[in-house]
């Protein structure tokens, strides 16, 4: 499956929002979002400015497609009743694609004024507190499933 578009759409509005998130919590207009070439990736991809200061980049890997794929995949391979799974599919979704652009907005903003900081924020910490929403949000969704393993027995040839 072809996901280019996917990609390149959700990079963009993650480019976008993640400026608007920038400027109105720093009080500013100074920051922009410019799809430009970027050499590492050969390819073209949303990129925050500062005034004219390149400050991040919005990868492929970085605009939350995979783990609104993982998210989604959780959701689907436990049963629920139908209504349940198309609310924990909406509202999750928007809640992590929320949450992931206050995620790069927050590394633009370490990688403009604390440098040091930036590998460790993009590396591990911003991406676990990712990860811990999804699982805490599946914690939810599946703590009222019940099982019924004799009829889950008997499909599987397990018994």
């Known amino acids: 499956m072809d996901l280019r578009a996917v990609n390149y759409h959700l990079s963009e509005n993650i480019g976008t929002y993640s400026t608007k ?26 990129q925050i400015y500062f005034n004219d200061i390149k400050v991040v980049y919005i990868a492929d890997g970085c605009n939350g497609l995979f783990v ?3 998210y989604m995949g959780l959701i689907f391979c436990f049963p629920s009743k139908f209504w349940r799974k198309i609310l924990y599919l909406i509202s999750g979704i928007l809640i992590i694609h929320i949450l992931n652009i206050f995620r790069c907005a927050g590394l633009a ?3 403009l004024h604390h440098q040091t900081y930036f590998d460790l924020a993009h590396r591990y910490l911003l ?11 599946w914690m939810f969704y599946i703590r009222n499933i019940q099982f019924n393993f004799k009829t889950l027995n008997k499909q599987t040839n397990l018994v």
């Open 127 to 137: 991406k676990w507190a990712i990860y811990s929403v999804i699982v805490i949000i």
């Open 21 to 46: 998130v920038l400027n109105t919590f720093t009080n500013s207009s100074n920051f922009s979002v410019k799809r430009e070439y970027a050499k590492k990736y050969y390819t073209e991809l949303p």
């Open 109 to 111: 903003y370490i990688n």
């Open 68 to 70: 609104l794929m993982l």
